[in-house]
């Protein structure tokens, strides 16, 4: 017998051995390649992808080439600078909101897409509320107009004065636009330029504007509480029945008064009410019924409240002198002017703060200023101490569903003040 089969070389159990290694050896060579290419997947995933991640999934993101409108600009001169074809404009103002192209005014965006040297996208930006977009379709644009409403909410703040309201305003996280708001609204009953002292402290419930969770502005304070030098003065916005709204004391009373503290935008104050004081000129003891505001000549002197005009002319060492009439008991006068407003005429009625007169210094006065006097019942009161009347109250009408809307809103903002206690109650 012979035996020439290889398979004769080794015993039988060492080519089964073998055969084994030989597999293994080649799921090896397959498995690492695959293993390689896994890790390199698993390496590559983990990369951030930021446009995936950005954009809305619904939404492809669009380009737009913006550009602000700056003063002189005009469309023509735009889309010449791009070498964009002046029909594509002309198409454009062929458009339901083509005359939203009309007028533009410098701090407008506008925004370009443009494909192979042709028009095929145009946005016009009018503010972040409201936008027009225009889209090319079939060689004609269609237009839209998109509004978008921003999302309102209501915060708290506080803050006690060290320094002054503005400084300690922004502490707390106010815009300027809620500390003028906030100035304006307790401006009837504090000066604050005068008033102030270190511990004064305010706090309010204001609105605040979003836009895609971004904020974009400040809206109105709906109440707000200021006390100055122990004394508390609480305000609620509300409206009338035309939509115009005022600040009222919780208990209906209007916020502002009847009449200005002080007719006039002065530098300082250069001669107080004082009943004893030796006149500068004169040199003898002569009454100062009223106050002086030193100012510059042509200063413009506003009405200090609803009025009509009694006098407008000279009287001796006061010059130039207007006097109005408010309702049955009061009077203000206004003297050494340098001229009366030209509609003033006697009779003629006038509105709180409507200029009515310029500084001067007609008469005996040793500088430009205004000497003003504020008389109740014929009799001459100081107008830097005198009480003030209100305005006009909430309309008896709207009184119980104000009282009403007032008593929450101020429960609310103590709830911020002194926790949870009344908002719970
Ligand atoms: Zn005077």
């Not at 996208?121 to 972040?128: D, G, Q, Y």
């Not at 709906?222 to 122990?230: K, P």
């Not at 007609?362 to 504020?374: I, M, R």
Request: charged share 25%; with cysteine.
């Amino acid at each position: 017998m012979y035996k020439d089969s290889a398979l004769e070389i080794l015993p039988k159990r060492h080519w089964i051995a073998l055969g084994l290694t030989c597999l293994f050896l080649a799921a090896l060579l397959i498995f690492i390649p695959v293993q390689q290419e896994l890790q390199r997947r698993t390496f590559a995933y983990q990369v951030p992808l930021p446009e995936k991640t950005q954009s809305k999934p619904d939404q492809p993101e669009i380009i737009w080439d913006m550009h602000e409108i700056r003063p002189g600009e005009n469309l023509a001169q735009l889309f010449k600078n791009r070498d964009l074809s002046p029909k594509s404009l002309y198409l454009l103002t062929q458009t339901e909101h083509g005359s939203a192209l009309d007028r533009l005014h410098p701090g407008d965006a506008i925004g370009f897409q443009i494909e192979n040297d042709e028009l095929i996208a145009f946005r016009l930006e009018k503010s972040l509320y409201e936008s027009f977009e225009f889209h090319l379709v079939d060689s004609k644009f269609n237009s839209k107009k998109i509004v978008l409403e921003p999302d309102t909410i209501e915060s708290f703040a506080q803050g006690t004065i060290n320094t002054s309201l503005f400084e300690t305003g922004m502490d707390a996280g106010l815009s300027n636009s809620v500390i003028m708001q906030l100035a304006s609204i307790f401006g009837w009953d504090v000066d604050f330029a005068l008033d102030i002292r270190e511990g004064d402290n305010f706090s309010l419930i204001y609105e605040e504007k979003y836009l895609d969770g971004k904020k974009v502005g400040d809206g109105d304070i709906l109440v707000a509480r200021f006390e100055n030098q122990g004394r508390s003065y609480t305000a609620v916005r509300y409206a009338d029945d035309s939509g115009y709204s005022q600040y009222y004391t919780p208990s209906g009373l209007s916020m502002r008064k009847a009449f200005l503290r002080t007719p006039v935008d002065f530098t300082r104050i250069s001669s107080r009410f004082n009943l004893n004081r030796r006149h500068p000129i004169l040199h003898k003891i002569r009454a100062h019924r009223g106050v002086d505001y030193a100012a510059r000549t042509g200063t413009p002197i506003k009405a200090a409240g609803d009025g009509k005009v009694i006098f407008a002319g000279r009287k001796g060492g006061y010059g130039k002198v207007l006097i109005l009439q408010h309702g049955s008991s009061y009077t203000t006068l206004y003297a050494h002017l340098n001229a009366f407003h030209r509609t003033i005429r006697r009779g003629k009625k006038v509105k709180q703060g409507q200029i009515v007169a310029y500084v001067g210094s007609s008469g005996l006065a040793s500088g430009p200023h205004l000497h003003y006097e504020f008389r109740v019942n014929g009799v001459h009161r100081n107008p830097l101490t005198v009480k003030l009347p209100h305005a006009r109250p909430i309309d008896e009408s709207r009184k119980k569903d104000f009282m009403h809307y007032a008593q929450v809103m101020v429960m609310r903002l103590e709830s911020h003040l002194y926790g949870d206690y009344f908002a719970s109650r």
